[in-house]
């Protein structure tokens, strides 16, 4: 490819996966409501336009497989085809190895891909019920051998829209120069398109070797009725028969499926084998940029203003200045913050494909929710979340949710409910997977516990329901023989803790056995810049993300108490268990001081909330959140670094993974 086309790679594979997305909920929609005309309209236009694209960058197994969807979407725009289950899974696989071979083009490999087979379910669907291409059983009776230029003549007429016609011509009895009208035919034909064989032969036309009818078979642009008109000008010439042959090679319906698995199963094992090396791009509203350029302007202007200030040394200016340059910066943040936001539909998009398959694979009959599409939330976390939620879906529709026959036994809806839904709660993203399966059963949570030695008796007879529930987390806690057991849940879910901790946030489970199970997931808006409270301990200063943080008191060392070797306080009349944070940080520990009072910041972590003992609250600050780079990634406790203003380094405390 050369220099000029690398320069539009990014805006192709953008668009690309944009087109791609749109033609798969349209599939979704049009399976729901055949007769759909606007969304088939769109699904056209979408396969029309990435064809145009892949055939301008040069890829050409792109362009071919979305031509020969776009003339099979056209025959089911003129109600030619009728639109079946059939031809939804075939679209569907196309547009599984579409985006393979996108996202091939992406990771810096060429769009390689085998798209033989699908192209020839594509022919054949489009074939098999048009008016002018039916299969018809006394051509193949006659079993016409065509040879292999004939054959790819009439495949490539067939993909550019030419009508292909097997003509049966009859001459008067009494026509004393045969040869002549059949010449007259031919020559009358060439006119109208491309003969692409005669039976019997050309030359046995020419030498009159034949009684009073031969056959032309011709690709052509006009319809069968002026084809007719045309040849029935020519004396002693009348047209028997014109009809629209097969190739007599079309796959009975069992080759059909084999084709179908094979190219399904071929599809699946290259996704497999596919390493991913995706761009990161966000699409930005120009109003927003318009918005940064102006505080960008207003900055160079105030750094100037600083400039003459230091020369004039003018100290009544210079409050002025920086209260601007304040102003102006928080400004430039909430905008940086705002263009870094990106609506959560770009995850939430992928799972009604996903559903829909699943539930077909699993017999199960699923109606699927989605609400607050339009929640935003950082790019970095985007990215990060889909993950998890592939397998917070699985769980619930593979094992959560029951068969239609199971549920009617137990009198519910036959048809189960999958619901994903995000909201904003002041600086978090909350996402809910909740189902009305089966729920998950709290004795056998606690007999698997026990069993795998994750906890002991005692400790979970202090447990209270919810508490036993988010045992499924723990690793260990599951494994593949145990599925039936616990209707699969605990099955890698502590992968999916350990994901949403590694975003700074929490995940949470409630279930209700034989009604249904709602998992609660809590992130961060964004991984870039958060408040934080900056805290001392000893004579360091830590930050805690204010996401994580109840509320702040004071306490006295009259009012601690102990409880089984556990610090506590009342608080509000609730026991609250407290932790000295040094302890948590593995430093020098000091003895408690009956003189003193002590600070104590209460987080939460999930459902539990703990009151963290620290030496002096510094204040609430807004923080940029820095990497600790790869030798320090990783260590529990710690989320990054921050730099503070008089230019020493704060850690970040990751309340997940501390204690």
Not at 54 to 66: D, K, P, S
Not at 86 to 105: A, N, P, Q, R, T
Not at 403 to 428: C, F, H, V, Y
Not at 436 to 463: F, H, P, R, W, Y
Request: aromatic share 4%; with cysteine.
């Amino acid at each position: 490819m050369n220099m000029n086309m690398n320069e539009y790679l990014n805006l192709f594979l953008e668009e690309s996966r944009e087109h791609l997305q749109n033609i798969n909920e349209g599939l979704l929609k049009l399976e729901q409501n055949p007769q759909d005309e606007e969304t088939l309209n769109e699904i056209f236009r979408s396969a029309h336009t990435l064809k145009g694209m892949a055939a301008t960058m040069g890829y050409e197994n792109i362009a071919e497989l979305t031509h020969k969807m776009e003339n099979l979407l056209s025959k089911l725009r003129e109600f030619e085809v009728e639109f079946t289950s059939e031809i939804g899974d075939l679209f569907f696989k196309c547009v599984d190895s579409l985006d393979l071979m996108v996202e091939k083009i992406a990771s810096g490999n060429n769009e390689d891909h085998d798209i033989s087979d699908l192209v020839e379910l594509l022919i054949y669907y489009e074939q098999q019920d048009s008016s002018q291409r039916n299969i018809l059983e006394q051509d193949l009776e006659e079993n016409i051998d065509f040879n292999e230029f004939e054959e790819k003549l009439i495949t490539q007429g067939l993909n550019n829209n030419f009508n292909f016609y097997k003509i049966t011509v009859e001459i008067a009895e009494d026509c004393v120069m045969k040869g002549v009208r059949a010449f007259m035919v031919f020559r009358s034909l060439e006119e109208i398109g491309e003969i692409i064989k005669s039976i019997p032969s050309t030359q046995e036309i020419e030498d009159e070797i034949f009684d009073n009818e031969f056959s032309v078979f011709i690709l052509s642009k006009n319809s069968s009725q002026e084809v007719k008109e045309l040849l029935g000008n020519i004396t002693d010439v009348t047209v028997k028969e014109i009809i629209s042959p097969s190739l007599g090679d079309i796959p009975e319906t069992n080759q059909l499926e084999q084709l179908a698995t094979k190219t399904d199963n071929n599809t699946k094992n290259k996704k497999d084998n596919l390493n991913h090396k995706l761009s990161q791009t966000v699409r930005v509203d120009i109003g927003k940029l318009d918005n940064l350029m102006n505080l960008v302007g207003e900055l160079v202007i105030n750094k100037t203003r600083l400039e003459q200030i230091y020369k004039t040394n003018d100290l009544s200016a210079l409050n002025e200045t920086v209260e601007q340059i304040d102003r102006i910066t928080s400004e430039l943040q909430n905008v940086v913050m705002n263009v870094r936001m990106v609506p959560i539909d770009q995850v939430f998009n992928r799972f009604p494909r996903m559903v829909r398959d699943l539930a077909k694979e699993l017999g199960k009959d699923v109606n699927f929710i989605l609400e607050g599409k339009e929640t935003e939330l950082d790019r970095t976390v985007i990215d990060e979340i889909g993950d998890p939620l592939v397998h917070l879906i699985r769980n619930s529709l593979d094992h959560g949710v029951e068969t239609s026959t199971e549920r009617q036994r137990k009198g519910k809806d036959p048809t189960a409910t999958l619901k994903l839904i995000a909201r904003q709660e002041g600086n978090s993203v909350v996402i809910v997977v909740e189902d009305d399966g089966k729920g998950i059963s709290i004795e056998k949570v606690k007999n698997k516990a026990l069993e795998k030695g994750l906890c002991t008796e005692a400790e979970i007879e202090q447990m209270d329901p919810e508490g036993i529930l988010n045992l499924i987390f723990r690793a260990g806690f599951s494994t593949t023989e145990e599925i039936s057991d616990l209707s699969g849940r605990g099955v890698g879910l502590d992968v999916v803790k350990t994901k949403i901790n590694s975003l700074s946030g929490s995940v949470m489970v409630e279930s209700q056995e034989g009604e249904g199970t709602r998992f609660t997931i809590k992130l961060p808006l964004t991984l870039a810049i958060i408040q934080a409270l900056l805290v001392k301990v000893q004579q360091e200063v830590y930050a805690i993300p204010l996401a994580n943080i109840d509320e702040t008191t004071i306490i006295g060392e009259s009012n601690i108490k102990n409880i089984q070797d556990q610090e506590v306080m009342m608080l509000r009349g609730k026991i609250l268990p407290l932790l000295k944070l040094e302890k948590a940080l593995e430093l020098p520990l000091s003895s408690w001081d009956m003189e003193k009072e002590y600070f104590v910041v209460v987080v939460r972590k999930g459902n539990q909330q703990v009151g963290l003992v620290v030496n002096e609250l510094i204040g609430q600050q807004e923080i940029v959140i820095t990497s600790l780079g790869k030798l320090l990634s990783g260590i529990s406790g710690i989320a990054g670094a921050a730099i503070l203003g008089d230019g020493k380094v704060a850690l970040i405390l990751d309340i997940g993974t501390l204690f």
